[in-house]
């Protein structure tokens, strides 16, 4: 929803081939690339399914403290740059299926402050489910993804600060992707496919209900995001802030505009009403019972003018483009002219390049203060018309052919244009064939 409250912390965790809990890890050896040590090691990465040889990346991020950690082979947490804070595992950690619900870290700032992370209601889990027609993957395996700050404890004064979370579990299409599939040989396509898959994600998400403390609590109130639809997922309404005799001192109102895209719908995106609507935080109102109400106010660039999710007018940062593509398969790489007349929508390619004047809609464009004064946010765009953003192509090689007649003078041409990422070396192999006799062939 383009925007996020931060009222306590979290610990998320970017998984790398399997979690760092269900997967014994290899350990890269020392050693030359042609040792014996190094043979096994790469024999058994390559032989055995199950092993990780990669640990998973953890972001903490708390009062004002952020930073990155991994857990090493001895399942000890190590930051990335260290920073001096003190970061334990618990050994809940490597039982999702604690019943206690005890949390899973415990972070130790520099004051000797601790903050615990996980609990009851503070771990979100998801796994996804890849979907094409007449075809579906099994779901992958369900991930703890984030752990939310549950209690900051101060050793010295005993002081504590609890943090109480419900959850809600919902099931939505996250993500689309088109593979392209063809066999091609001497300028005609022998066969070809394009798959249209689908991700569906299962997520269990955690709201912050309310935070209690030896002055007072807050409570946070929740709405269903679309009520019409069987979506279970939530946006915040409002803050309330009372002291010990509950009495209400503050009072925080969050107000939101929808906005349903129309334009450039395709299989993907139809059948979901929830995938043509965004909601847009437009108004914060702050108020205690006695003075004015202070109220913030937000506007975007063009909301309304943004397509339903997921639709094929991307560029290939994934930034709204305004092109009217049928696909996802860009016009920047080398397919054969066959091949996109015969098997992509309308026989076309996609536009998949930036276009400065789409790329900024549904950006935030200015906040009013309650004094009335504003700022106002202008963007340059990510790329100009000098950049051309270079594509790896999934294919290793490909074929130039060119006819002649033996009468003719060889004056026939083909040509292809390479795009690449990285500075390599090009081969090119040139065979001369004669009435089905091959009598030549060149190295370059």
Same mark, same amino acid.
Request: proline letters at 5%.
């Given at each position: ?26 350990? $890269?050896? &020392?050693?030359? %690339? &042609?040792?014996?040590? $190094? ?8 032989? %055995? ?37 003190? /970061? ?36 979100? +889990? =998801? ?14 395996? *369900? ?6 700050? #549950? ?5 010295? +004064? ?9 959850? =809600? ?22 066969? @070809? ?8 994600? #299962? ?12 002055? @007072? ?13 069987? !979506? ?6 409002? /803050? ?16 939101? #505009?929808?906005?349903?895209? +129309? ?25 205690? @019972? ?33 092109? %009217? ?14 091949? =996109?007349?015969?098997?992509?929508? *309308? ?10 004047? !789409?790329?900024?809609? @549904? ?43 033996? *009468? ?12 690449? %990422? /990285? ?22």
């Amino acid at each position: 929803m383009g925007w996020a409250l931060n009222a306590g912390g979290v610990i998320t965790r970017q998984v790398f081939d399997y979690e760092d809990t269900t997967a014994g890890r290899l350990q $890269m050896p &020392n050693a030359t %690339s &042609n040792s014996n040590e $190094m043979t096994t090691f790469l024999y058994e990465t390559s032989s %055995s399914p199950q092993v990780d040889t990669q640990p998973d990346i953890y972001t903490y991020n708390f009062n004002g403290v952020s930073g990155k950690f991994y857990i090493d082979n001895t399942m000890k947490p190590v930051e990335i740059e260290p920073t001096g804070i003190k /970061i334990t595992l618990n050994s809940s950690f490597f039982d999702s299926s604690d019943p206690n619900g005890s949390p899973k870290f415990i972070i130790t700032d520099l004051n000797g402050i601790q903050y615990f992370f996980g609990g009851i209601n503070a771990v979100e +889990t =998801s796994f996804n489910r890849k979907i094409a027609v007449g075809y579906q993957e099994p779901p992958s395996v *369900e991930v703890e993804n984030s752990w939310y700050l #549950t209690k900051i404890f101060n050793p010295v +004064t005993s002081d504590v600060i609890n943090f109480t979370y419900d959850s =809600s579990l919902a099931t939505y299409f996250s993500g689309n992707e088109q593979n392209l599939d063809y066999t091609y040989s001497s300028s005609f396509l022998i066969s @070809g496919k394009l798959t249209n898959y689908k991700y569906r994600t #299962t997520s269990k998400e955690s709201l912050l209900r309310e935070i209690t403390s030896k002055v @007072g609590r807050m409570v946070f109130t929740y709405v269903k995001r679309f009520p019409e639809d069987n !979506f279970p997922f939530s946006k915040l309404s409002e /803050i309330n802030y009372y002291d010990l005799s509950s009495n209400l001192i503050k009072k925080v109102q969050f107000d939101y #505009t929808n906005y349903e895209g +129309t334009s450039f719908i395709n299989d993907y995106n139809s059948s979901e009403s929830y995938l043509k609507k965004r909601y847009f935080l437009t108004k914060i109102t702050e108020s205690n @019972g006695t003075a004015i109400p202070a109220t913030h106010q937000f506007e975007y660039y063009f909301p309304e003018k943004l397509p339903v999710r997921f639709s094929f007018c991307q560029d290939t940062y994934g930034l709204f483009n305004g092109k %009217s593509n049928t696909n996802l398969i860009s016009d920047e790489g080398i397919i054969p002219y066959s091949v =996109s007349k015969n098997i992509l929508p *309308e026989g076309k390619l996609a536009n998949r390049r930036p276009d400065k004047n !789409f790329g900024y809609y @549904g950006l935030l464009k200015k906040i009013e203060y309650p004094t009335k004064g504003t700022t106002t946010i202008e963007y340059e765009p990510h790329v100009d018309g000098k950049i051309n953003v270079p594509i790896d192509l999934i294919n290793s090689h490909f074929i130039l052919d060119v006819f002649t007649d033996s *009468e003719e003078l060889f004056n026939n041409s083909n040509s292809a244009q390479i795009h690449s %990422s /990285i500075k390599q070396t090009v081969k090119i192999r040139a065979d001369l064939i004669v009435t089905g006799k091959q009598i030549g062939r060149a190295h370059v």
